[in-house]
Each structure stands twice: as C-alpha cells, then as structure tokens.
C-alpha cells in the first residue's frame, strides 16, 4: 500500500497538507491529516538537519508506516508498534487516549522524539504516551520497533493517535526543505476482559 502527499500554500503563505497513509486493519474513515506547520525561517533550518540516511521511498507495495501487532488485548498485555520513518521524518510518537491539540505546539527545533503534545484525553482517563522514538537523522536507521503495556483500562474501544514531525516543502512534496510538518492519524485498540 502507498502514500500520497499534497502541499499547496493558501493565502497568507500558510502551508496545507495532506497525506493518506492506509492501516494494517484500516477503517474506511482513516488518513493522515497535517496538524500544523511552521516555516523553517521561524527558528531553524530543515536543511540542515536533514539526515545522511536516505530511507526508502514508500511504494504502492509498503506497509502502512506505524503497525501494531494486535489491535486487540486485555489490560497489561504487552503489544509491539513497528514501522518505518521516511528520510524526512525527524521522529514518531503513538499516544493513547488522544483527543485534540489543547494548546499551542512547540516549535522547531524539537528534542530528538518529538516536543510534550499539548492533547485533551479522546474519552475517560489520562492521555498515555506509549512511544516516543527519534529518527533516521538521530538514529542513522530507517525502520522503528517498541513494546508498550496496555494501560489498566475498562474493556472498551480506544483511541490511539501518532504523530510524526518532520521536513516538508511549501511547492514541491518531493523535497523535504522550507517547511516543518506535524502528520497525525488515528488506530482504535479493543480492550478486552
């Protein structure tokens, strides 16, 4: 499965987004949405902090970019995220229980796994951060794998969201300058008795 990308600037120079990424158990309803930008003249250069690494390019062959390895468990079992980060992407963060940004983003440059993500809980219970992990600039490696506990929550369905900073370009989606990006989409999790 592939990906796609659009960028186009609207009036103001402020730049639009929007990326379709399919799941590993996709609903129909699932993308990946822009949550916000900044220009690389607010506080740093993407440029520069582009990585020697150059990851593969997703093909229409390509897992989706973050895969649980159960959609479903009960309460403290232990379930694997995996997945790939493109070249331009400087880290990834999989958050459960995350409903909307409540405050103003921190801008680039960000910490190595991303900043704190100002986010109101999407149902009952505090927002958990299960992954926070750094990038092919930081890490030198392309793939990503982390093991997280489902929190000790009623059974129900719940929202996971994931977040993936990194370089974008104002015209061209080919490039990765000019532009820093904010990519979010959303997983539900099953948690049983």
Not at 110 to 119: A, C, F, M, Q
């Amino acid at each position: 499965m592939g990906c796609s990308l659009a960028l186009s600037v609207a009036a103001g120079g402020s730049l639009v987004a929007v990326v379709a990424f399919p799941a590993a158990h996709p609903p129909a309803h699932q993308k990946v949405t822009v949550i916000r930008t900044w220009a690389a003249a607010s506080t740093a250069t993407p440029t520069a902090a582009k990585a020697a690494v150059q990851c593969p390019t997703p093909s229409g062959d390509s897992p989706p970019p973050v895969v649980l390895s159960e959609t479903s468990g009960a309460a403290g079992s232990s379930v694997e995220v995996s997945g790939t980060f493109g070249t331009e992407e400087l880290w990834m963060q999989l958050l459960w229980n995350a409903g909307e940004i409540s405050a103003e983003i921190a801008p680039p440059p960000w910490p190595p796994t991303g900043p704190d993500l100002p986010l109101d809980p999407a149902g009952p219970g505090p927002v958990v951060t299960l992954a926070a992990i750094a990038g092919p600039a930081a890490t030198g490696e392309c793939s990503f794998h982390a093991r997280f506990a489902v929190p000790d929550v009623r059974p129900g369905t719940y929202q996971l969201r994931w977040f993936f900073g990194g370089l974008g370009h104002v015209t061209d989606p080919s490039r990765a300058e000019n532009a820093y990006v904010l990519l979010g989409s959303e997983l539900t999790f099953q948690v049983t008795a």
